[in-house]
């Protein structure tokens, strides 16, 4: 039995080391060719290293400053988002999870009733626009200041916890938000990074809604500013002369396709180490009620 066992997990590791090879292997590519001559790519000879390494791509990319720019919009965009978003989603979840609150099961279904059924962007763009947000961003952060699903993940995370807790603050004379500041948030730390997680990411990949919404091109996200910059792209920008006078390519399309995207996923690479920790752990936890 314990013979089989370890074969066992020798195979799982195996078959999890393909999988994991089968994702990363593309992206390693990807990155080899961001940081490969052109003569290498056209010639089909970069695999998982960068060969002829130069930074043309990147230096192309920020050579305008544009770019820069749209790196922090897209910051500003996803901090204030995620953070009003946290602040909203729990604003909302921890009422709900209260059973005394009254009229709680109609707003549940209203609640639940938006999650399956929408305006649609025609009448979502009306409504943008006869609140004067266009062109501001908080034409974005407003209509999704909660995610519905989001939500009742932290209500339900927060219906599992002890409610002795709160009961014996609450003889002390602790107030609604002093128990949920200092006793409940602390104790929610898993859900609380995973939710954050997944809202940040989707406000740093934001493209449609600011396509829509935002006309200004100093005020758009890296996502609509890579996307512009890729449309732009063409021969006779990305050619020189050599020393010969003949004109000789020193960055390919596919170049600067891969330079973008490294460039757009780092900084959630470099978030996720932190917060990975937490992040099974409170999805587990606020959907499965304990």
């Excluded at 988002?81 to 279904?109: D, H, Q």
């Excluded at 947000?133 to 009742?152: E, K, R, T």
């Excluded at 792209?233 to 995207?261: D, K």
């Amino acid at each position: 039995m314990q013979h089989s066992s370890r074969w066992f997990g020798r195979l799982n590791a195996l078959l999890l080391a393909l999988f994991a090879s089968a994702t990363l292997l593309p992206f390693v590519n990807m990155v080899a060719v961001s940081f490969s001559s052109s003569r290498a790519i056209n010639s089909g000879e970069v695999s998982f290293w960068p060969v002829e390494f130069n930074l043309d791509a990147y230096v192309n990319l920020i050579a305008d400053g544009q770019l820069l720019i749209a790196m922090k919009n897209t910051i500003l965009i996803t901090v204030v988002g995620t953070a009003l978003n946290m602040l909203f989603t729990v604003m909302a979840a921890y009422p709900l999870s209260k059973r005394r609150l009254k009229g709680r099961n109609v707003m549940l279904g209203g609640i639940l009733f938006t999650m399956l059924f929408g305006g649609g962007l025609i009448p979502n763009f009306l409504l943008i626009n006869a609140l004067g947000l266009i062109d501001s961003y908080w034409g974005l952060w407003l209509p999704a200041l909660i995610s519905v699903y989001n939500m009742f993940v932290m209500k339900t995370f927060f219906e599992g916890l002890p409610e002795e807790m709160e009961e014996s603050a609450s003889i002390d004379g602790a107030s609604d938000a002093t128990i949920l500041w200092k006793i409940i948030l602390p104790l929610s730390m898993p859900v609380i990074a995973a939710l954050t997680l997944f809202y940040a990411v989707g406000w740093w990949n934001s493209y449609m809604n600011v396509l829509i919404y935002i006309k200004s091109t100093d005020k758009v996200s890296l996502m609509v500013k890579l996307y512009q910059m890729l449309e732009n792209v063409s021969s006779q920008l990305l050619n020189t002369m050599n020393g010969e006078g003949v004109m000789q390519a020193t960055i390919t399309p596919e170049s600067i396709r891969a330079a973008s995207i490294v460039v757009a996923i780092l900084p959630i690479l470099c978030v996720y180490p932190f917060l990975q920790k937490h992040f099974v752990k409170g999805v587990l936890m606020g959907s499965v009620k304990g």
